[in-house]
């Protein structure tokens, strides 16, 4: 039988264990922590360029194809007058109740 000096040894070392164990489960924590907002910042910043690609990409087809209209509308001005007009008025038909 465990005498109570032994007793209490035990538990002393076992709350000591428990310290320590708590302490490392904190850092292992922090380290995680760390590494998940370092990770999610990547992944954050890569989808920032990403968008910024699109972005440029979409912004040079806009250019072009507005480019085109002006050299089209250039080329055939009655054309264009007459093709808007019938535009305009299929809107306009579409939109009325």
Do not use: C, W, Y
Not at 52 to 67: G, I, K, M, W, Y
Not at 69 to 91: C, D, H, K, N, Q
């Amino acid at each position: 039988m465990a005498t109570k000096t032994e007793t209490t040894a035990d538990a002393a070392k076992l709350q000591a264990d428990v310290d320590a164990l708590r302490k490392d489960l904190a850092e292992v924590t922090k380290t995680l922590r760390t590494m998940a907002g370092e990770g999610a910042q990547t992944r954050t910043q890569a989808a920032a360029e990403r968008i910024r690609e699109v972005s440029d990409q979409a912004r040079d087809q806009f250019d072009h194809a507005r480019e085109v209209a002006v050299e089209r509308v250039r080329e055939r001005p009655l054309s264009s007058v007459a093709v808007t007009f019938g535009v305009g008025l299929l809107i306009g038909r579409l939109l009325q109740k």
